[in-house]
């Protein structure tokens, strides 16, 4: 079995572990969860496993770098990072509801590596500006900080559905840990992430300067980087000097990650230096 085989059925493994967190949070069963955990955990090594034999199969191939080169490569690392960081906070805070809402998005991310036709899964060399020891530091850190945006988003849906259990209403809400904790947590994550999207953009600054001979290019991908980190630094910026949470914190974190998935996926589509992506 090669890595991307392996890698294909842990896409089904994580579609398994979504399904079972949906079952225990609206049958409100504990032994659907628990083995949601489980799986997702399963689902999680299997993950770590397939890109270990990408990089070793990348040098059996004579090609030799981290598989963060391309599409299919971030996507796998990215379900990988959302599932590792989810269950620690499903560790940390005893509650698997979370994973109603983060499992999916795992789920979708490594769906979309594994079966959409558009994306080549094939190990293939490194074009020039990618060949640099900061490949790994600047892909690693701003993954870290998009699956924690990605969690952070989940959350942010749960408040809005809170706030309705709050109001008395729904069968369904009624295990959802309370409107503060929800968006307390929610400030954690998009805290956690700005942190590594900044040490991302700094780290992808200097790489730029290296490959291209300019820290900054105003490449659509840079831009967009900005214009998220913008967002997200509003947020946070907002809930300490004017006292923001709740609903509107809910709103542009959700905000926040519909411009990292533009950030991700929309600009590819435009001319520009990270047109590869």
Known sequence: MNSSNLLSVVTFVYG???ILYIAAWIFKKTFPGLLATWTALLGAVGNAAGIIMRWVESYTLGIGHAPLSNMYESLVFFSCTIVVIYLVIERTYKNRIIGAFVMPLVFLAI??????????????????????NWLIAHVVTCFLGYAAFAIAFGISLMYLLARRK???????????????????????????????????????????????????????????????????ATLLHAR???????KRVAYVSIIGFMAVLFTYFGVNLLPGLHSYG
């Open 166 to 232: 709050k109001k008395g209403k729904g069968y369904l809400l009624s295990q959802f840990p309370g409107p503060a904790f929800l968006d307390n947590l929610t400030h954690q994550m998009v805290t956690f992430g700005f942190l590594f999207l900044s040490i991302g953009i700094i780290t992808g600054a200097v790489w730029a300067n290296s490959a291209w001979g300019s820290y900054w290019s105003w490449d659509p991908k840079e831009t967009w980087s900005l214009i998220t980190w913008f967002i997200y």
């Open 111 to 132: 769906a979309y590596a594994s079966l959409s036709p558009n994306i080549n899964d094939r190990i293939q060399p490194l074009i020039p500006a990618l060949k640099s």
């Open 240 to 246: 300490l000097m004017r006292g923001w949470n709740g």
């Open 16 to 18: 398994f572990a979504a």
